[in-house]
């Protein structure tokens, strides 16, 4: 069984790319006032992340096609059954786990939306795509949606939220983690405070970075 290359999902998947590609964040009048110092500030701001991303609730933010379809190979290969993504957004990388997951005989996934129209728009895109019974999408501050009633085991993570809350999240679900438990990270080069913590054997991490835009770790046992 394959979920990921069929309908419905296959040409929702198609759809939703080619929509996030024609509204890039580069050419977003959300962000038109702001200079590359100002941006970079905010992405890398531990307190101004609901101002910032607030003003970005119109767009996808979605990971890559390529990277989507590393995430369902991560998963289906690692037979992860118990999934928690910080921050959904649409909801493109969202039905590429769930596939994985629905390949893989089922279970859960923790969404965490903070954006209340993204998590509706997320929850649309994962009805349309017959995935929506296997997620739990928490609307609100990760901070508090991912601080309590989590899985006892975590097989997979995905961090794809506010660059700057990485290591605050990964505390959250830290202590979850299977021995082997893959965490992606996307765009972390943004957070070097979390870098600089999963690339630390000391920490219990293997890590690398892979191809451009995603940092691969696995929990040591």
Do not use: W
Request: charged content about 25%; glycine content about 8%; hydrophobic content about 40%.
């Amino acid at each position: 069984m394959n979920t990921l290359t069929n309908a419905p999902l296959a040409d929702l998947l198609q759809r939703l790319f080619a929509e996030a590609e024609a509204s890039a964040p580069g050419d977003s009048p959300a962000l038109a006032d702001l200079s590359e110092a100002e941006l970079k500030r905010l992405m890398g701001s531990k307190t101004e992340y609901r101002e910032f991303y607030g003003r970005l609730k119109d767009l996808a933010l979605p990971v890559s096609r390529e990277t989507g379809c590393l995430l369902y190979m991560l998963a289906r290969s690692s037979s992860a059954r118990s999934i928690v993504e910080f921050g959904t957004s649409f909801g493109l990388s969202t039905l590429h786990l769930a596939a994985a997951l629905r390949d893989n005989g089922g279970d859960r996934l923790i969404g965490s939306e903070f954006e209340p129209s993204k998590a509706e728009r997320a929850r649309r895109n994962l009805a349309a795509g017959g995935l929506l019974d296997l997620v739990e999408l928490r609307e609100g501050d990760a901070l508090q949606t991912l601080a309590k009633d989590l899985p006892d085991s975590i097989d997979l993570v995905l961090l794809d939220g506010a660059k700057a809350l990485y290591p605050e999240v990964l505390a959250l679900l830290e202590s979850r983690l299977r021995p082997g438990a893959l965490v992606i990270a996307d765009n972390a080069e943004h957070s070097p405070e979390y870098l600089a913590h999963v690339r630390s054997p000391a920490n219990g991490y293997l890590s690398t970075p892979f191809a451009e835009d995603v940092e691969l770790s696995m929990r040591l046992g």
